[in-house]
């Protein structure tokens, strides 16, 4: 089994500053019933109204859609550097095409191919409990478990001609469903081979592990007597997105897995507390190895039960929603658990049921499997895997791990990617898998308005946030994966009197034409072990020792607080057109993230995230937190990760000063270790009087209150800067200032 998931490429700088896109406003539909299963079946109460294509009647439905009656080279009008790619995108958007078309001639469109979850699977009706499953290469299958003693000959089941098998099991006699709630259940296959074997449904919705007998995960028949109902509509996910990403069973100072209901009742009143209007949830989807951070996914459909049963999943979102906060889902559609017994891996007993076979079907520095997209039943699994979430769950948006090894036939193995456009549109890219990625998009926002998918991409693949109908691949975001790497580095390697103004600038604003990007200082990523938190890079062992209001404020714990704050205002407020943190880093968290595991005794002490730190009104942390609070509510109020507005003023490398214009706000950072500047002067675009709308260095922050917040500056009319006016500020060393114009 794999460890920890690790990131093997680093991007090169190659995008193009440029002024942040206007956000897009949308809208979700309202309150209804969700369906639990097919016709005749119980219905559970849901928060959905269901997709407009519904209509027999939709344009979308009858293949005029005119979302894509383009030819796909629409990108290229606003990069000149794609003309000689033009014949690829036209190419891959008929690919696209062909695809959508031929779901609407076979499945009646992408709505119902996409809703294979309501068919497949286990599913009570009126006569009794009906399964099915994809077997293609099967010889014989029988539905076993506890309701039939594991008895292979009571549940057999038949096929039909596309290698789809199913059963039904009767009602009792009192007209209970044949599989008791709570029942272990199996699917056995007899195998072309004449093996026979035993493996967890694919389409399971909850299943179970139990360390103490086996590592091995056993699946549940999950039909409850009563269900979670839910009380609140959705939420629109904001144009400024703030996105906390967390990991439900971190989220507790105690050494142990927390769960679901425990980050609904202590975590989202935090995160409503600090301003951010979505949360990240990682590590969902069940996997089997807790240290691999959800990243060897075995059942696909199933909430991992280490937090607590789906319904509690339920209430979290829900309860969310209450708040007016969004909620993502981290979606592993890159590679799966090369398990057997509990995964996907030999499903039907073939090496090529959902995967490709052979080695273009593994992935050898993940040990996992990769799979066949260009295979009509794996695309109805995947796509129906991204439904089920949205109606079952009631998720808002989709990060979608491991981009670039989907899009890329070297996976991004020891590949450095130089900006050259040839990288990207030549034999080196998956085009089955990237149009899969626009099929997944198309349909997301199609079905879903308003809804929000984001990509985890280090490649720099231009086109991937611009919209399917254009010629992209449909994201509405990247992740800004170089930055976190920017600062790491610097903080590794670089002596703060080093510390490159032009650099920062030119990393936080290299952003793609028209594509928006997630920025962050800090993610999951650089957490894990074989690195540390931002904090511990600043502080490292003084955070044991001098982080009590009641020990002398070190020079180490001064630079690391100050440093702290200003790297998280400079790529808030620069770096792109949403914000990220990861749970925890927003008031310092030290030490680092590592999951029980043999190497070290199985310990919970790395992975638990120490919130009794930011509580304690003896610590310093809770200096951090406000700061972060009052960033991300600054944000709430001028908007500026949407605004169009951004100029970079001022690089000066000598006097390590940055200066910007974004938001209406003007933003200053002397990120001078030692020199503090008098009446410095900053070019502005409008002319009249400023005054701080938050500064670093404030007591409350634990700064030293060297900038008066109630003095006003008055611009003059002359330019400087390439502005056409000026104030003048002080400018303390270590600080950081923002302005708003009155």
């Not at 971190?250 to 142990?256: A, C, D, L, N, V």
């Not at 800004?480 to 390697?493: F, Y």
């Not at 792109?576 to 968290?589: K, M, R, S």
Request: some cysteine.
């Amino acid at each position: 089994m794999a460890g920890n998931k690790k990131k093997n490429i680093k991007p090169k700088s190659l995008d193009k500053p440029t002024e942040s896109p206007p956000g897009e406003e949308a809208s979700y539909f309202t309150t209804s019933d969700m369906a639990n299963n097919a016709p005749g079946s119980p219905m559970l109460q849901g928060n959905f109204e269901g997709p407009p294509t519904k209509d027999p009647s939709s344009s979308y439905l009858s293949g005029s859609d005119p979302e894509i009656s383009g030819d796909g080279t629409e990108v290229i009008k606003s990069d000149g550097y794609l003309e000689p790619h033009r014949e690829y995108f036209g190419q891959r958007f008929a690919h696209f095409k062909r695809w959508v078309r031929d779901i609407e001639l076979s499945e009646g469109g992408i709505d119902k191919f996409s809703r294979g979850y309501e068919s497949y699977g286990l599913h009570v009706t009126a006569e009794g409990v009906r399964y099915r499953e994809w077997a293609p290469g099967a010889k014989e299958a029988s539905l076993v478990g506890d309701f039939n003693n594991w008895d292979v000959a009571a549940n057999p089941m038949t096929r039909n001609d596309f290698g789809v098998w199913e059963t039904v099991v009767a009602n009792t006699a009192d007209g209970q469903p044949g599989i008791p709630h709570g029942s272990h259940i199996k699917v056995t296959f007899v195998t072309g081979s004449g093996e026979r074997v035993y493996r967890l449904p694919a389409w399971s919705r909850y299943v179970t592990q139990d360390l103490t007998k086996s590592p091995i995960y056993e699946a549940v028949f999950y039909n409850p007597p009563q269900r979670y109902t839910f009380k609140n509509k959705r939420v629109v996910p904001e144009a400024d997105l703030c996105i906390y990403e967390a990991h439900i069973g971190i989220s507790s100072p105690e050494g142990r897995v927390a769960t679901f209901k425990e980050f609904t009742q202590n975590m989202l009143p935090m995160i409503k507390d600090l301003g951010y209007n979505a949360v990240q949830l990682m590590a969902v989807m069940e996997h089997a190895y807790y240290a691999s951070f959800g990243y060897q996914v075995t059942s696909f459909f199933a909430p991992s039960s280490r937090y607590g049963e789906p319904d509690d999943l339920r209430e979290l979102i829900d309860t969310a929603h209450g708040l007016g906060i969004a909620v993502f889902l981290d979606v592993v559609h890159s590679h799966a658990c090369n398990n057997v017994e509990d995964g996907l891996n030999q499903f039907d007993g073939t090496d090529h049921c959902y995967f490709h076979e052979g080695g273009r079907g593994r992935h050898e520095l993940w040990n996992s499997r990769l799979f066949n997209y260009g295979h009509h039943e794996v695309t109805r699994f995947l796509l129906s895997n991204l439904r089920y979430w949205i109606e079952e769950f009631g998720f808002d948006g989709f990060r979608f791990d491991g981009v670039t090894s989907m899009m890329y036939k070297h996976h991004g193995i020891a590949y450095g990617f130089s900006g050259h456009y040839d990288e990207y549109f030549t034999g080196n890219t998956d085009e089955e898998a990237v149009v899969y990625l626009m099929l997944a998009n198309y349909m997301c926002h199609k079905l879903y308005p308003g809804f929000v998918t984001i990509a985890e991409d280090v490649s720099g693949m231009p086109a991937l946030c611009r919209s399917v109908s254009e010629g992209g691949v449909g994201f509405d975001y990247r992740l800004t994966m170089s930055v976190p790497d920017m600062w790491i580095k610097m903080l590794k390697e670089t002596r703060d009197e080093d510390w490159d103004m032009v650099q920062i600038a030119h990393q936080l604003t290299n952003r793609r034409y028209q594509e928006r990007a997630i920025t962050y200082c800090e993610s999951h990523d650089q957490a894990l072990v074989g690195d540390k938190t931002l904090a511990f890079w600043l502080m490292d062992k003084e955070m044991y020792t001098h982080m009590s209001d009641m020990s002398p404020l070190t020079p180490i714990v001064d630079r690391g607080l100050a440093l702290h704050k200003m790297i998280r205002l400079v790529t808030c407020g620069l770096g792109g057109e949403g914000y990220l943190t990861f749970e925890g880093n927003e008031f310092g968290h030290p030490e680092w993230l590592d999951f029980p595991r043999e190497g070290n005794g199985s310990s919970f002490h790395y992975a638990r995230r120490q919130f009794n730190l930011v509580h304690d009104e003896n610590l310093r942390y809770k200096y951090l937190y406000r700061f972060d609070r009052a960033m991300v509510h600054l944000e709430r109020q001028h908007h500026w990760l949407s605004a169009h507005d951004q100029w970079v003023t001022l690089k000066h490398n000598d006097d390590k000063v940055l200066a910007f214009e974004r938001g209406g706000l003007v933003w200053i950072f002397n990120f001078h270790p030692t020199n503090s500047y008098t009446d410095y002067r900053v070019g502005v675009a409008w002319a009249g009087k400023y005054n701080v709308a938050l500064c670093t260095d404030d007591a409350e922050f634990l700064g030293h209150s060297r900038i008066d917040a109630s003095v006003d500056h008055f611009s003059t009319p002359m330019e400087w800067n390439a502005r056409p006016n000026y104030i003048q500020v002080y400018l303390p060393a270590r600080t950081a200032v923002v302005l708003k114009h009155d």
